[in-house]
Antibody, heavy 118, light 112 residues
């Protein structure tokens, strides 16, 4: 059974770059699409972007200028970078595997709260 | 962007009764060549990630109780929970994946 786990700093200063890694266990990254999704406190989720098993990426247009997603397939990891962060980027960040052939996601990691503050 | 609007924002239902949540897309999310609506439903309990319940508007995930059902097409969709159980207390989100991906604002389901 596939399991995903987010890791990285829980506190980032304004204007700096948020960097998170998702480690995949119990399965390979050689199939499926792999997504990052965030959820500000008390709000609904917001999709950030995906990376495919072939390395293609797709991003939320509202974040596209600040986001990059990369992967390290041998390590079974994929990563998120979000530049020039502000307090509005404070959220629980989730990684997830997309259902094959679909844009729905399952399973999700447990999530990681990232706070943007000086 | 395709905006997803859920109603109501919250509802309280007696145990064993039916709960109905609506989700409206700002434009059609039906892909005519395959006649599929690109709509998913999730359940989120406090401190947990969202759990996928339904894809393609009505296809229930393996292991999801059959009291959960999805319906609708095009722009209007419904999640129905027949015979609400205590463990169904949660926030429910719809998500479209036809044009990038966007979520609804959520509907909180409580016990009356």
């Amino acid at each position: 059974q596939v399991h995903l786990q987010e890791s990285g700093p829980g506190l980032v200063k304004p204007s700096e770059t948020l960097s998170l890694t998702c480690t995949v266990s119990g399965g390979s990254m050689t199939s499926h699409f792999w997504s990052w999704i965030r959820q500000p406190p008390g709000m609904g989720p917001e999709w950030i972007g995906f990376i495919s098993h072939t390395g293609n990426t797709g991003y939320n247009p509202s974040l596209k200028s600040r986001v990059s997603i990369s992967r390290d397939t041998p390590k079974n990891e994929f990563s998120l970078k979000l530049t020039s962060v502000t307090a509005a980027d404070t959220a629980v960040y989730y990684c997830a595997r997309d259902r094959y052939g679909s844009g729905s996601s399952s399973p999700w990691g447990q999530g990681m709260l990232v706070t943007v503050s000086s | 962007d395709t905006v997803m609007t859920q109603s109501p924002d919250s509802l309280a239902v007696s145990l064993g009764e039916r709960a109905t949540i609506d989700c409206k897309a700002s434009r059609s999310i039906l892909y005519s060549p395959n006649n599929k609506s690109y709509l998913a439903w999730y359940q989120q309990k406090p401190g947990q990630p969202p759990k996928l319940l339904i894809s393609w508007a009505s296809a229930r995930e393996s292991g999801v109780p059959d009291r959960f059902s999805g319906s609708g097409s095009g722009t209007d969709f419904t999640l129905t929970i027949t015979s609400l159980q205590a463990e169904d207390v949660a926030v429910y989100y719809c998500q479209q994946y036809y044009n990038t991906r966007t979520f609804g604002q959520g509907t909180k389901v409580e016990i009356k």
